[in-house]
């Protein structure tokens, strides 16, 4: 996410700051845009209607998005509704159950409670971005969830792979009670605990291999 | 007015990068201002639609708040380094590892990837009568639905109520109280308190956890050498093994010569609306073997004076116990 | 030879879009022009809506419009409304809006004026069972479509006992059965247990919130809906919506969960289609947590008397059971069900049940994996040890004495089961978790911390008979099985097809699984509840697939010579005497001669459902389309034998499972890891029923505390065992072609079992006689300090 410059009514009223590096957004006014389902190549033309603060760019899974952001709107809200990256869920927006983990600079957080604008310079992570691009090849750890069968109604998988995917960068070489600790933000009401422990210990023996 | 939920209000926005800034701009926007750190206690008040600031001041992009600083005579933590970054700072585990293993005791990995020490010891009450924006005594308006007698409150205090019963949630706290930790604020006025002073109680304020009023921004926290890599004892009774506050929590810290408890720091939370600094106890075992005796004397010194709401009794004999098996930590 | 699929592990067929974010749960799908709605929950758990102004929410930018429960039907009775204007708890819909956003939904919802009268409420059953007390509706308690209202009462005298602790006798029970003779039955008895149980409420909580997308193209509606079941859940929301269901397409490709909780869909589920007829645009209907906190469903709680007797060498000879059940205000079956599960678990032959289902103003109830089951074996099992104990006797041992054989008859009719191994489970668990040397352990103290051993047997129906299959071999030679089911994660949409494509000979490979979209074609199908699904459909598709195998055989007579029985398939080929031919051939000939083989004719006994599905396919193939008229008699019943090691911290009253086995009577195995699975996962959640799940209300305002996920605690996978190990009996149901019988549900109360005795057991035998059973309580007993609730407090923690 690159710095804007900003023209809002803060930016008035805190004229005398103009030493103040940062972001500026103001969100008195709600969205009005229709919703419209865009593909990927045209996102940018969701942010017509907008000031021109709210407008971020944002790194996702390694892409720059230009992407129209209110001030109150969580990285969860961006990724599912302005971004399409609807991989990412939201199973309690809370903090409460880690469906919507993704990484943050490769270290899995909730983006269900950051602002999208508290990641100016950040680079985000989510499900979609694990598969390589080029070739579909599969990460280790999505590798390892299909050889170990993990999950059920799989709600909570793409929260479960993100902490897996930053748990084996982490410490490839970490044991099942590790494991279990590393993704204990991670809520599955199906209980397919043993599996998913069986998916980590599979990852990070792949990701030791790779 | 009909209840909404899960919408966060509008808000303007503002991201200082200095403390100097940050302090100014909340200067500026006194009780409509709302300092946004690692934003997990943030989130939950702007998603119920109770908290409803004008004002938002995104600290996190305060460079000199965020890390850990070898500083002459122990370690100095700044306000935004996150819990994660606390519990696996190599000095901080191997001289201070009460500090360590707190902060991994918090929550889950995202929340302690994302939440800051500052924000930790800074948390709001979890009192549910409260968090659902009930107008008791701490909202500014004239009851306490807690301690209302068919009230359930079997996670509320049992010692140091003044009208408000809420406990203290943060794991951190009693853990920095027991190495005499220093809180730094501004607000520009640049001023130090002991940690133990730094969280208050309903009797000193009932409408806020900790020292600092509106304009105040934690900046630092400083460990002090002194209790470097003496014993430290810490435990948190909770009901899920993730995700949840403490029932009661311990944390002890002990110098020993030989078998001799020199000088002891114990301090408990989840008890009372601050974190309970046991300097009673201190003075027993202080000079002392950590015997069964005096474990056992420990435990029942702690608990004097707790009185029990309706549904929290056990929590007077988990104290008793948790304060047992921290002087029984060195033990012979 | 084609490989063997029935009983193998293989990879689910959806699992690479549910790890990749390609799968598409109902809130995943996006429309042009799509616009939100959100709903205003009641403030009051009892309410009558006098008045809504809604002049100034209309003024907020973005609104589009407002439902209110005019708008929607209202059914009479104690049944549910979509929106309501008295709400019977607090968090029912009372209107719903529709904006530009969420944002402007919850302006205008927040600028909304209710004008609301509160009307008395109750939350506990037992409380407004006393004499003079609320009731849950201004008109009464009671309700039968005969009579209408009534209210139902107890006396002061009832009362009384109710308050020294014994088992009251109401002159006129509200369900009551008996069998054998109860009198008799404790006359034999040696030594008889008596206990004042409470299982508490707790919310279902899905991942999945129940989102809900829809829009309308040319008068047919598209909707996208996170529900258990598919095809049966398009013909609910056809009945709510009154349109014919071949005019909706209905999408539910991926829902995250339910437990009982989304069966046929769910009330709400509607009301996105009505807004978006009303406003002519595409709706949005998210789900939050919170509101999936009120409208999401809940296990209902049992207060209960429970006298138990047994004889000399252990054999249960009479079960007395009172229930005062928590209906909510929409009511729930559970209480019938715990008491016949009761009664096939014991076998005391000698049995009376009374039930006492009462409405309250709490969140509706609805079945919860293992429905009565789970309560009913996690609060009896205690009982069944306190017995051995007085008796000296091992705790296996009185078990494996008291388990069913095929020769006892359940409830008050004696209700048959096609196959019972539940002794067998018992053994095979025993031996798995190496009993003999584990119970030793019970009670060992090593610091503050003491050994506790649990175990259990539990059951849960498990079958349903006489649904369609419907498959197609397309000249691509693969095999197109067309599911009805709802995929909420089992692997039955591709389990159920695998013993069918084994009789085809065909590889895995050669088969595409066609599920979750209704455009696709969904024969009339079970719900996907009561651990039915595996049973059901391993059957309708065995069925579509022997016809399919009959069809295939008479093209390979007249194309090949010889008899079509002399043909055998095999690799996706038929041969025989007169050569062979490949399924890609064969879907060509059965194209060429249309009739029955390419469902240009259908067989006339399958449901009127099927047909518009099965047209879908005429010309495309080789059709495969026939009922599943296996027959058979009996209930179909699966069983769980359930062991486990706790380690508990008599200081701190927390304990940690170590760990945990299972051994189940499902017939045959078809996917074993997935089997595992359910079994680990159903008795995880019975172990949070048990442990840590609360829902708690406060008494004098009637709002419940524990509406979110960390205050209604379930398991997180810290709690979880720190070991597992499952096996299965592998007997096949003699009654069913495949031998298979469902899972899922007995599991739960298996779990629930394992941790309240093995509790007990750690803490000297003490039966705490609720749950859940938190550190608070443990510890309280232990230390001899007073109990945080009463005994038959419900909606505490």
């Known amino acids: 996410m690159h710095e804007v410059e900003s023209v809002g009514v803060l930016e008035k009223k805190y004229s005398r700051r103009t030493f103040i590096k940062g972001v500026i957004a103001t969100g008195a006014t709600v969205s009005s845009a229709n ?117 059920q109604c799989a709600f909570c998988a793409p929260g479960f792979v993100m902490s897996m995917t930053a748990m084996v960068a982490d410490n490839p070489n970490v044991t099942r009670e590790q494991a279990r600790v590393a993704l204990s933000g991670n809520l599955c009401r199906c209980a397919d605990y043993e599996k998913i422990l069986n998916c980590a210990m599979r990852a990070a023996e792949l990701a030791r291999s790779v | 007015m009909a209840n909404m939920k899960d919408m966060i209000p509008a808000f303007d926005l503002v991201q200082p990068t200095t403390v100097e800034d940050a302090v100014d701009l909340m200067k500026d926007a006194g009780d409509e201002g709302w300092v946004l750190a690692g934003g997990l206690d943030t989130m939950d008040w702007f998603k119920d639609r109770i908290k409803r600031p004008r004002v938002v001041i995104d600290v996190g992009g305060i460079e000199e708040m965020r890390g850990i600083r070898d500083e002459a005579g122990g370690v100095e933590i700044g306000a935004l380094t996150s819990l994660t970054q606390v519990a696996t700072h190599q000095r901080v585990r191997s001289e201070f590892g009460l500090l360590s293993t707190a902060a991994e005791n918090v929550a889950t990995p995202q929340i302690r990837n994302q939440g800051t020490l500052g924000g930790n010891v800074s948390q709001d009450t979890r009192c549910w009568y409260y968090r659902s924006g009930w107008p008791c005594y701490r909202a500014g308006g004239n009851v306490c639905y807690a301690s209302a007698p068919l009230a359930m409150n079997r996670e509320h205090c049992i010692m ?113 609306p601050y974190p309970v600094r046991l300097d009673a106890v201190e003075r027993l075992v202080q000079g002392e073997t950590a015997s069964e005796t ?16 309706r549904h929290n009794d056990y929590k007077i004999v988990m104290m008793r116990n948790l304060v047992r098996r921290a002087v029984r930590s060195v033990a012979a | 030879m084609a490989e063997k699929l029935v009983g193998v592990d293989y990879t689910a067929v959806d699992l690479r879009a549910k790890i990749t974010g390609r799968a598409k749960y109902a809130e995943d799908f996006r429309a042009q022009g799509m616009v939100f709605m959100k709903l205003l929950l009641s403030p009051m758990p009892h309410c009558r809506v006098r008045g809504v102004d809604d002049s100034r929410a209309r003024q907020v930018p973005g609104f589009i419009d407002i439902m209110r429960a005019s708008d929607v039907p209202q059914p009479e009775g104690p049944s549910e409304a979509m929106l309501t204007d008295e709400p019977k708890y607090e968090g029912e819909p009372i209107l719903a809006v529709a904006a530009e956003s969420e944002e402007a939904c919850a302006a205008a919802i927040e600028a909304i004026e209710l004008d609301l009268e509160p009307l008395p409420f109750v939350l506990d059953p037992l409380q407004s069972l006393r004499p003079n007390s609320p009731n849950a509706y201004t008109e009464g308690n009671q309700f039968s479509g005969q009579d209408g209202w009534s209210t139902y009462k107890w006396t002061d005298a009832d009362f009384a006992e109710v308050d020294a602790g014994r088992m009251p006798n109401p002159a006129t029970p509200i369900v009551e059965w008996s069998k054998g003779d109860i009198e008799a039955g404790f006359a034999e008895a040696t030594v008889i247990v008596e206990e004042m149980i409470v299982h508490q409420s707790a919310t279902h909580h899905p991942m999945e919130p129940r989102s809900t ?105 009479a079960i007395d059971l009172m229930i005062v059940q928590d209906s909510g205000p929409y009511g729930a079956g559970d209480h019938n069900t715990a008491s016949n599960v009761a009664d096939i678990t014991y076998t005391p032959g000698n049995m009376r049940y009374r039930g006492f ?326 008795a995880i959640q019975g172990m949070g029923l048990a442990m840590s799940q609360r829902w708690v209300f406060d008494p004098q305002y009637g709002v419940p505390f524990a509406n979110r996920l960390y205050t209604a605690r379930p398991p997180s996978i810290m709690d979880a065992p720190r070991s597992c190990a499952w096996d299965a009996v592998g007997i096949p149901d003699p009654q069913t072609p495949v031998g298979a019988k469902g899972i899922g549900e007995p599991s739960v109360g298996a779990g629930s079992a394992v941790l309240t005795t093995a509790i007990s057991d750690a803490i000297g035998g003490v039966c705490l006689c609720r749950t859940p059973l938190t550190p608070d309580l443990i510890l309280a007993s232990l230390e001899g300090r007073p109990l945080p609730f009463g005994r038959l407090d419900q909606h505490v923690g």
């Open chain 1, 35 to 151: 919703y419209l389902f865009r593909g990927p190549n045209v996102l940018g033309a969701a942010t017509v209607q907008s000031t021109t603060e709210r407008l971020l760019t944002l790194t996702v899974n390694g892409q720059e998005r230009r992407v129209d952001v209110l001030p109150n709107e969580t990285l969860a809200m961006t990724l599912r509704y302005k971004l399409n990256l609807t991989g990412t869920k939201l199973g309690c927006d809370r903090a409460e159950c880690g469906a919507c983990t993704v990484l943050v600079d490769g270290v899995n957080q909730y983006a269900c409670s950051i602002l999208t604008h508290q990641l100016r310079g950040r680079s985000v992570t989510t499900i979609e971005g694990l598969e390589n691009p080029d070739t579909g090849e599969l990460s280790v750890v999505q590798q390892a969830v299909i050889e170990e069968g993990g999950f």
């Open chain 2, 160 to 272: 140091g109520r003044s009208r408000c019963v809420a406990v203290n949630p943060s794991d951190t706290a009693p853990a920095l109280i027991a190495l005499d930790a220093k809180m730094v604020v501004q607000s520009p006025r640049r001023r130090l308190y002991d940690a133990e002073d730094f969280f208050i109680g309903p009797s000193v304020d009932i409408t806020r956890m900790t020292v600092m009023e509106p304009g105040d921004l934690l900046t630092q926290v400083f460990v002090p050498a002194f209790w470097a890599n003496s014993n430290f004892y810490f435990e948190k009774v909770r009901d899920r093994g993730s995700w949840d506050f403490s029932l009661v929590s311990v944390a002890a810290a002990f110098r020993m010569s030989g078998n001799t408890i020199e000088d002891a720091r114990i301090a408990v939370n989840g008890v009372a």
């Open chain 2, 294 to 309: 005096i474990q056992n004397a420990a435990g029942e010194l702690a608990i004097q004076g707790t009185r029990a709401l």
């Open chain 3, 213 to 317: 997308m829809a829009y309308w193209e040319n008068g047919r509606l598209h909707a996208f809906v996170s529900t258990q079941s598919a095809q049966r859940t398009k013909m609910g929301m056809a009945g709510a919506l009154e349109i014919d269901p071949e005019e909706i397409t209905f999408v539910s490709e991926f829902t995250g969960g339910g437990f009982g909780s989304k069966i046929p869909g769910h009330t709400h589920m509607s009301l996105a289609p009505l807004m978006s007829r009303k406003i002519g645009r595409p709706v949005m209907h998210r789900v939050t947590r919170y509101e999936e906190n009120y409208i999401g469903r809940a296990r209902p709680g049992f207060q209960s008397w429970v006298k138990m007797g047994f004889r000399a060498d252990g054999k249960c000879t």
């Open chain 3, 357 to 682: 289902p009462i409405y309250t103003n709490t969140p509706p109830k609805a079945a919860q994996r293992g429905p009565g089951g789970a309560q009913i074996n996690g609060m009896l099992e205690p009982l069944i040890d306190k017995a051995a104990r007085e008796l000296n006797m091992d705790r296996l041992a009185i078990r494996i004495l008291n388990a069913p054989t095929q020769a006892y008859g359940m409830g008050p009719r004696n209700q048959m089961l096609t196959s019972v191994f539940a002794k067998e489970a018992l053994q095979k668990g025993a031996e798995l978790f190496d009993y003999e040397n584990k119970i030793r352990l019970s009670g060992q103290r090593n610091g503050s911390k003491v050994t506790g051993i649990g175990m259990g047997l539990s059951t849960y129906t498990a079958g349903s008979r006489g649904y369609d299959g419907l498959m197609v071999i397309r000249p691509d030679g693969k095999l197109y099985v067309y599911q009805g089911i709802g995929n909420l994660g089992t692997h039955s949409i591709s389990d159920t097809a695998r013993p069918a494509a084994e009789l085809l000979g065909l590889n895995w490979d050669q088969v595409e699984i066609m599920w979750g979209d209704s455009s696709r074609g969904m024969p009339n199908s079970s719900v996907q509840a009561g651990s039915q699904t595996t049973h059901a459909h391993t059957r309708a598709n065995y069925a579509a697939a022997q016809d399919a195998l009959r069809k295939i055989r008479a093209i390979a007579a007249r194309q090949l010579g010889g008899n079509a029985n002399q043909y055998r398939v095999d690799n996706g080929r038929v041969m025989g005497p007169g050569g062979s031919m490949t399924f890609a051939q064969v879907a060509q000939r059965a194209i060429a001669l249309g009739g029955e083989y390419d469902g240009h004719t259908l067989p006339t006994d399958i449901n009127a459902a099927t047909v518009p599905a099965a047209n879908m396919h005429v010309g495309t193939g080789l059709v495969g389309v026939a009922r599943d008229n296996f027959g058979g008699e009996g209930g179909i019943y699966s069983w769980l034998a359930v062991f486990g090691l706790i380690e508990l911290d008599v200081e701190t009253g927390h304990f940690e499972t170590k760990e945990l086995v299972c051994a189940t009577d499902v017939g045959t195995v078809i996917h074993p890891r997935s089997l595992g699975a359910q079994c680990y996962g159903g």
